[in-house]
């Protein structure tokens, strides 16, 4: 049809047609954030990291929810018993495919879903998206050059942590608390502003024996809508890589047990942000030679200046009120 419709313009003349004063188009605006970009970053860092995207069915059974039959979202005409009810979360899914996979010699996991869950409360229903993350079995595939070391808490944390970092949460104020999740054993919650990111930690062992899993299960939930809520308040500026060297200190801190990592770097950073950096912890000991109830943090600490070289007079004045500040407020000592 075109063809004849071009052959008739040719003879007509293509010269002859009124060219129109006016174009008209229709524009399309994506929305900020743009969730299926934000959606592919994610997958393509987990993926880049050596983990496998799973996709399972939302419909799952309802003996996974005895505690929380109320807030259920049944079938009406269920296929099975399997079958009958709308998951609330995500984890079983994956503790099923880990299952599925170690009954096939295959123990060793990575995995990662986007999924929803709902919920039924009182006449409303409720939809939320996630984000899951799996580890289980080994970190390190085997090899001649590296130590066949088993998946932990730490590998995970770390995925979460380069997760927030690449979106800059790591800017805003995060708050870590102990997590309250009744499928982890163990674990932490994050939060912004009141509102819960992720939670992750060790798969509760009375969950994992429930399913005959053989290893430690660590799990991340993302909750995927406040993820997105919050991506708008966290901004990527760029600098320009200083001029002048930076400087480094170290402290070895003895402090109670009950003391986290997180709560020496908040309080460090309060007493300076324009010379502090950065600061890491680089050593943990807890045993012998050490009183009941203590520990020992090894923690660095990175100055630098971009207008200028920093003298030692200005970096020892921020090491005084950061050694204060953790012995007024942690009652810390100096090893």
């Known amino acids: 049809e075109v063809d004849v419709i071009e052959e008739i ?24 954030p743009d969730k299926e970009k934000v959606t592919n970053l994610i997958s393509e860092f987990l993926i880049a990291n050596g983990f496998n995207e799973i996709l399972s ?31 609330q979360s995500m984890i079983y899914n994956g503790l099923e495919t880990i299952l599925y996979n170690q009954n096939r ?8 879903e986007w999924g929803n869950t709902y919920f039924k409360k009182e006449l409303k229903f409720l939809e939320q998206s996630h984000l899951t993350v799996f580890l289980t079995g080994a970190f390190n595939l085997e090899n001649w050059n590296s130590i066949n070391q088993e ?20 800017k805003l104020l ?29 798969v509760d062992n009375l969950i994992q024996t429930e399913f005959d899993i053989d290893k430690p299960v660590f799990f991340a939930d993302f909750n995927y809508d406040t993820f997105l809520k919050l991506i708008t308040q966290t901004k990527v500026i760029y600098k320009e890589v200083s001029k002048f060297p ?10 109670n047990k009950d003391i986290n990592y997180i ?7 309060k007493q300076d942000k324009r010379i502090l950096k950065s600061m890491n912890l680089f050593d943990v000991y807890e045993g012998k030679n050490l009183p009941e109830g203590k520990k020992s943090y090894g923690v660095s600490f990175s100055f630098s200046d ?17 050694i204060k500040s953790f012995t007024n407020n942690f009652k810390a000592e100096l090893r």
């Open 246 to 255: 930076s400087v480094r200190r170290d402290l070895a801190l003895l402090i």
């Open 306 to 322: 971009d207008s200028k070289t920093l003298t030692d007079v200005q970096v020892d004045a921020v090491m005084d009120k950061i």
């Open 174 to 202: 995060l708050e870590v608390e102990d997590t309250s999740s009744k499928y982890l054993s163990y674990g932490l919650d994050y939060f912004i502003n009141k509102n819960k990111l992720v939670t992750f930690g060790k």
């Open 151 to 170: 998946s932990s808490f730490y590998d995970l944390k770390g995925i979460v942590n380069s997760i927030i970092e690449k979106f800059g949460f790591d």
């Open 9 to 32: 313009l040719r003879i007509y003349g293509y010269n002859n047609v009124d060219i129109p004063h006016e174009l008209t188009s229709s524009l399309s605006f994506r929305q900020k």
């Open 263 to 269: 709560q020496l770097k908040d309080l460090a950073f």
């Open 105 to 112: 010699k295959s123990s060793d996991l990575r995995l990662f």
């Open 57 to 87: 069915n939302s419909l799952t059974k309802s003996e996974y929810y005895k505690t929380n039959e109320k807030e259920l979202v049944y079938i009406k005409n269920p296929l099975s018993k399997d079958l009958n009810v709308l998951r």
